[in-house]
Nanobody, 121 residues
Framework: QVQLEESGGGLVQPGGSLGLSCVAS????????MGWYRRAPGKLREQVAI???????TYAASVKDRFTISRDNAKNTVYLQMNSLKPEDTAVYYC???????????????WGQGTQVTVSS
């Protein structure tokens, strides 16, 4: 199986910065796309940023120019650097990875357990 473990959430003041990281482990052959999603109270889960194996990135309009996604393929790790945080960024952030497991020919979606990010003064 495959596990995703997130770290780095917490409480930060508006305008502050916070970094998240997510490590994938287990029976991994390759990871295609890794990304971050979030769910704010009373809202649906939304895509924040994704990055493919070659480093091509896509951002939600609401975070573009404030958040930066990156990955270390050798470590099966994806990062999210969040700057100029706003109260509306408050949410549970989830890591996602599209993984091809060893001995399996198709990719499956895996999710982390989520980490809380709260932006408040």
């Amino acid at each position: 199986q495959v596990q995703l473990e997130e770290s780095g959430g917490g409480l930060v003041q508006p305008g502050g910065s916070l970094g998240l990281s997510c490590v994938a482990s287990g029976s991994i052959f390759s990871i295609h796309v890794m990304g971050w999603y979030r769910r704010a109270p009373g809202k649906l889960r939304e895509q924040v940023a994704i990055i493919n194996h070659e480093g091509l990135t896509t951002y939600a309009a609401s975070v573009k120019d404030r958040f930066t996604i990156s990955r270390d393929n050798a470590k099966n790790t994806v990062y999210l650097q969040m700057n100029s945080l706003k109260p509306e960024d408050t949410a549970v952030y989830y890591c996602n990875a599209k993984v091809q497991r060893v001995g399996v020919s198709i990719r499956y979606d895996y999710w982390g357990q989520g980490t809380q990010v709260t932006v408040s003064s």
